[in-house]
């Protein structure tokens, strides 16, 4: 059973940083999709940041590029999402997620929802003020 267990976020003023973390567990040696989405009030969930462990490099939103780095642990099972320069629109519940099969970062940054499943964290918010 894959389990998805987040950590981190709470509230910055805009030009801060915070971090988030996803520990991944139930997926033993295979390979997956992992990513970072986030969902404000009243808006669509979005893609920002993801990858596939049979590949190297990650993906990010065009709005939070050259801000927002995705990373991982040596085992490929905790990633962290480190947000520098956090503008209020940031401000969101930021969700980790992983699917498998996978057809690569950047399918699932875009392509998510047409994903066979999707395992989701439990969420944790991020609010910016200015």
């Known amino acids: 059973q894959v389990q998805l267990v987040e950590s981190g976020g709470g509230s910055v003023l805009a030009g801060g940083a915070l971090s988030v973390s996803c520990t991944v567990s139930g997926y033993g040696s295979r390979r997956f999709c992992m990513g970072w989405f986030r969902q404000a009030p009243g808006k669509e969930r979005e893609g920002v940041a993801t990858?596939?462990?049979?590949?190297?490099?990650?993906r990010v939103a065009d709005s939070v590029k050259g801000r927002f780095t995705l990373s991982h642990d040596g085992a490929k099972t905790t990633f962290y999402l480190q947000m520098n320069s956090l503008k209020p629109e940031d401000s969101a519940m930021y969700y980790c997620?992983?699917?498998?099969?996978?057809?690569?970062?950047?399918?699932?940054?875009?392509?998510?929802?047409?994903?066979?499943?999707?395992?989701w964290g439990q969420g944790t918010q991020v609010t910016v003020s200015s």
């Open positions: 997620a992983t699917t498998t099969p996978c057809a690569g970062g950047a399918w699932f940054l875009y392509s998510w929802k047409g994903a066979n499943s999707l395992n």
């Open positions: 990858l596939y462990t049979g590949e190297s490099g990650t």
